[in-house]
């Protein structure tokens, strides 16, 4: 059904932007571990990137809520 096949493309978003978060917060630790970046620096970059993934996982949702409708209507 293709409401089964909108929930999974959104899971996989999701996933995906787990994953690019995870990746980026293992750059920043790696930078802090070299001393390129201060721990408050770390910190901040790694809200920032929770604020970020949060935001785009919302917008994933909406999208993925607002194509079910449409489907569901037609």
Do not use: P
Not at 8 to 23: C, F, N, S, T
Request: aromatic share 0%; charged share 45%.
């Amino acid at each position: 059904d293709l409401c089964k096949q909108v929930r999974m493309q959104v899971e996989e978003g999701k996933v995906a932007l787990r994953a690019i978060r995870r990746d980026a917060n293992e750059q920043i630790k790696k930078m802090k571990k070299d001393s390129v970046i201060t721990e408050d620096d770390l910190k901040q970059a790694e809200t920032e990137m929770q604020k970020v993934t949060d935001a785009h996982i919302k917008t994933l949702d909406k999208v993925g809520a607002d194509k079910e409708k449409e489907i569901m209507t037609v």
